[in-house]
């Protein structure tokens, strides 16, 4: 009775409804083939759930290929469920109760949303939808022009609809839109002509400038964290972050109670040292890099000889094959189409025999090439590593300034506090014995830190390669038992 009473019944978005709605979407000519082998989720590219009272976006992660959904006119109160549909370019939501414009994340390919008639009061948390061209979202609660200009960020935004809003009805409503979106050619279903735009351009042309002008500033600044972010990444990928400049000269003598009156051990030095070793890292990281592509263009190589060597195989046997099939087919005496076929069953036999022989080469050649990847990276992570280990030079930089002392040969700039510090061997030594364990502990720390990174990177690297190869091994063999039982079917049906 609830049909007659408040609210309709919601529908459940489960596995059995899903399959009933993707069986009765098929295209005829795809209908057969449906019944035969059932609804796969994940090859579904359209998917119509309209007008089916669905409360609930819930159950389609395995719609992975899923391009168009349809899910206007239900009784939907927020968009959720959506995060693995990341092929999905045209997303209907109209026509539900949704108050907030979110989980739209992952929906990086979307070009077309419609969010007309729902509650929605802001437009907002759209930010990764940067090929968006179409977006409906008439007979909602947007007031404010401030926050319509969030959709200057798309640039291939074409069509704009904000008609039915609060919005639409503040004066020179279209103008504004005109002026601020100059690449915008139709607005609320009707053509944005030359002459209204034109007319907005001039209407509104210094506050398009000073608000261009801002959003230069701010592209800039976005521009330059990216570039340090991209440059942060680099010295990541290289193992040697903050070590071009003074962080770990500042992290050793940072709880150093002596660091004021000993800040003569030269600090110059100890960043020259640190930048030594960045510079190594980055020359090692790009030289591993330049290993590891070699590595993927020789594998790629050797995989691809081995599939024409079996393509030649595989066209020869087959040619042979569909000769043997015809002479089979003209054939009907019992006795000769069995002889017929144990001699098609031997030629099987042997083409899977042609094909391990050949799978095992390949799979030899591509082990030979992956232990000579991970023996020349092994080698390069135990020349960085050796490399770290530049403490003893800190140490030296130490004693250095301390024979300067002895032989009356310091800088001018030193303070007469540090100059009589300094004239007393046994005071500097145990001030700088007293920091010594601080100073190794960070040294060390960060040589550790460095070792164990470099090392776990190229564990997991050769680990991922193996890994991959032993897959795509396992999956060519399963494809040719696939195809010699398919063989094998065929001859089978001569003997019924």
């Known amino acids: 009775m609830s049909e007659y009473f408040g609210e309709p019944e919601s529908t459940v978005l489960d596995e059995q409804f899903l399959k009933k709605v993707a069986k009765l979407q098929t295209p005829q000519n795809l209908a ?56 999905l370019t045209c997303l209907n939501l109209s026509f539900n109760k949704i108050q907030k414009i979110e989980g739209l994340e992952s929906l990086q390919k979307l070009e077309v ?37 969030y959709m200057r960020k798309f640039k ?172 089979l087919e003209q054939l009907s005496d019992p006795d000769e189409i069995k002889e017929k076929i144990n001699q098609c069953n031997d030629e099987i036999k042997q083409l899977c025999k042609s094909f391990m022989s050949l799978e095992f080469q390949l799979v030899s050649q591509l082990e030979e090439i992956t232990t000579k990847l991970d023996t020349s990276i092994s080698n390069m992570v135990g020349n960085f590593s050796d490399n770290q280990n530049f403490f003893q030079n800190v140490r030296n930089i130490a004693v250095a300034t301390l024979e300067k002392v002895a032989n009356d040969d310091l800088e001018e700039n030193m303070s007469d506090e540090v100059r009589m510090l300094f004239t007393d061997k046994d005071t500097v030594m145990s001030a700088l014995t007293a920091g010594h364990d601080n100073h190794v502990m960070k040294i060390n720390d960060r040589e550790t830190l460095m070792a164990t990174r470099v090392n776990a990177w190229k564990v997991v690297l050769i680990n991922e390669i193996q890994d991959k190869q032993l897959k795509q091994h396992r999956m060519r063999i399963s494809d040719l038992h696939r195809y010699a039982d398919y063989l094998r079917e065929q001859l089978a049906k001569f003997l019924e």
């Open 32 to 87: 057969g083939i449906v019944k035969r082998e059932g609804i796969h989720f994940d090859e579904v590219l359209d998917l119509t759930l309209e007008c089916r009272n669905i409360a609930v976006i819930e159950n389609l992660r395995e719609f992975t290929s899923l391009a168009k959904l349809y899910l206007n006119n239900n009784l939907i109160e927020k968009i959720e469920g959506l995060d693995c549909l990341i092929n």
């Open 113 to 149: 949303l419609n969010l007309s008639n729902n509650k929605i009061a802001v437009i907002e948390n759209m930010d990764k939808l940067e090929k968006l061209s179409h977006f409906c979202i008439a007979n909602n609660l947007i007031e404010q022009l401030d926050n319509v200009l």
């Open 156 to 327: 291939n935004l074409f069509t704009l609809t904000l008609s039915g809003n609060p919005v639409s009805k503040v004066d020179d409503y279209k103008l504004f839109i005109a002026a601020y979106f100059p690449n915008l050619m139709c607005l609320d279903y009707k053509i944005l002509n030359e002459n209204t735009k034109n007319d907005a351009s001039i209407k509104y042309q210094y506050a398009l400038e000073e608000m261009r002008r801002e959003e230069l500033q701010e592209q800039q600044a976005i521009n330059a964290d990216k570039s340090q972010e991209a440059e942060l990444q680099l010295h990541t990928d290289a193992f040697v972050e903050f070590l071009n400049g003074s962080y770990l000269f500042k992290s050793m003598f940072k709880d150093d109670p002596e660091v004021e009156t000993l800040h003569c051990v030269p600090e110059d030095e100890m960043v020259d040292l640190c930048m030594q070793l960045f510079q190594i890292g980055l020359a090692e990281h790009k030289q591993r890099e330049t290993e590891v592509k070699s590595f993927f263009s020789g594998q790629a190589k050797t995989v691809a000889d081995c599939q024409q060597k079996a393509s030649q195989i595989l066209a020869h046997f087959e040619r042979q094959h569909q000769q043997r099939i015809d002479e």
